[in-house]
């Protein structure tokens, strides 16, 4: 049983409740009982209750190196942007200057015993070459220790990320995190209808954070792909690394990509509402099924 307080397991509580509205799941019931939060909702939504229940630590940080994590690769060449499943379109307002495109990086030398780094792009930095190269985020059983627990957000760091097009898992090397979940006032799902760019999320920062992105989102702006990316990243995993065209101020951002309704939804919830507390498996009980 958690030792968090009653009002904190309401807090808890109630951003459960935004994230379960953000997923669309229907009839849920959020409640604490006898030092435990209760989730109830209708139907068979196993998938959905996953993702309102994460624990969602966020962290923003800038993208120095990735790789994709395939045993035998086609070519020497890396490709010169990352595939859009993964990568998605970092949009500043529609009234701002045309972005400038940025050049292709060049590859990193290729490491001992790493069949990838002939593709890796951008530059691993010392530290973490070795744990670098011997990452292979496509064994599940190395992607199971990349937890919230372990991702270090000060420093230099390791990641994973999938690409679910193409089935292709990368490793990220990150530098330390500029922005955290607390510096996001709200994020939601649209379909974005009039510039045809599909299903996106659309971003609001608070005070400190809209200056604090305009600064990073600034430099990155006038680095090379893929330098010029920032990962978003909940729980130690990467959801989706876009990249910057120009600094956005203002506040606000729209990122865009190959999103489905149900991706943009996750994205969007986990963005939303961090739970103040590490919940565990044995903090959460969800009512007529199992623990998640």
């Known amino acids: 049983m958690t030792s968090a307080s009653v009002p904190t397991l309401q807090s808890a509580a109630e951003k459960l409740r935004h994230r379960a509205d953000a997923l669309g799941l229907t009839a849920v019931e959020v409640t604490v009982q006898d030092g435990r939060i209760v989730l109830s909702a209708a139907g068979d939504a196993t998938d959905k209750v996953a993702a309102a229940t994460r624990p969602g630590r966020l962290h923003l940080h800038p993208v120095l190196a990735l790789a994709p ?3 035998n690769p086609p070519s020497p060449t890396p490709p010169a942007v ?47 070459a070795a744990p670098f190269a011997a990452l292979d985020c496509a064994d599940a059983s190395q992607r199971a220790g990349d937890a919230s627990t372990s991702h ?22 990150l530098g330390p995190a500029a922005l955290d979940g607390t510096t996001i006032a709200g994020a939601k799902a649209a379909y974005d209808e009039q510039s045809g760019a599909g299903w996106q999320v659309q971003l609001s920062f608070t005070s400190t954070g809209a200056k604090a992105f305009a600064e990073t989102t600034g430099k990155l702006a006038r ?13 130690g995993a990467v959801l989706s690394h876009p990249y910057v065209r120009e600094a956005v101020t203002g506040g606000t951002a729209q990122i865009s990509g190959s999103f489905t309704r149900e991706q943009a939804e996750q994205l969007a919830a986990a963005l939303t509402d961090q739970l103040p507390l590490d919940l565990t498996s044995s903090d959460i009980t969800v009512a007529g099924g199992t623990t998640p």
Do not use: H
């Open 223 to 235: 680095q090379n792909l893929p330098n010029n990316q920032f990962a978003i990243v909940v729980d």
């Open 152 to 173: 270090s957000a000060a420093a230099a760091t390791l990641a994973c990320g999938s690409t679910a097009e193409q089935d292709i898992w990368y490793k990220f090397a």
């Open 82 to 128: 990352a595939p859009s499943g993964v990568n998605a379109a970092l949009k500043a307002p529609a009234d701002s200057p045309t972005a400038r495109a940025g050049a292709a990086p060049s590859a990193a030398a290729p490491g001992t015993g790493d069949p990838s780094a002939a593709m890796t792009q951008g530059t691993v930095p010392p530290e973490l």
């Open 69 to 71: 994590c395939i045993t």
